[in-house]
């Protein structure tokens, strides 16, 4: 790592820890995955769901936990924009893609570190709520265990999930600019987009549309269960996503190098 990228790194880290919102965005993003995903595995019961994907559903704070990571990783761009602190920031680092890619890291290395903590917070809840619920091994439910394989990948792949998504919301906020707009358009993406291709669309183009939109592809990281029915693997949903994050990382950086600030 070259020394300007160091010293960058390092600006942009004074930054983000010296902003108070940081904190409360990253703590509510743990408490509401973790939430979130204890109320869902307190509320599926066997016998009645008993064909549960009890990993999957142990995580599904990651759903809402999202939404707060991408708030963040817009901030980190377009809230410089806001402010008029972009100017400060070129003129500190005059090599705009050194300093996305500050921003990148870390952004990626906070995002990565907490979204870890949710998720095994989150397995946490699965794996002592669900036995109360009749996910036991009488009705041959092995206990939930984050060191088992199908389970060990949904939880790093939930991890590499938010990561992503929070470099996709920075790409994407790089490339507008406008903090309202860059949190419309991934919350759009996140929540809307998915609903509109489930109600909306054939049984054939909702197949199409779980391989290719990012969030619906990444998360089939998460599944655990009858993967031959999923649309996508799991890794190679998480790949579509990774792909639609470099795309937007790639147009965000290109449209930062040929814009004034």
Known sequence: MSSILIEAVHAEWTKLRTVRSTAWLLATMTVLTVGISAIAVGVVKCPASCTADTTKTSLTGVMLGQAIVAVLAVLVMSGEYGTGMIRATITATPRRLVMLSAKAIILTAVVITMAAVSVLGSLLAGRFLLPHNGFTRAAAFVPLLAYHGPTLRAAVGSVLYLGLIALFSLGVATAVRDSGVAMTVMLGLIYIVPIFGGLVLSAHWRHIFGQYAPTSAGLAI????????????????????????????????????????
């Open 222 to 261: 998460q599944v655990t269960k009858d993967l031959a029915a999923q649309p996508i693997g799991p890794w190679a949903g998480l790949g579509v996503l990774a792909a639609w994050t470099a795309a937007a990382l790639l147009a965000g950086g290109l449209l930062l190098r040929l814009r004034d600030a």
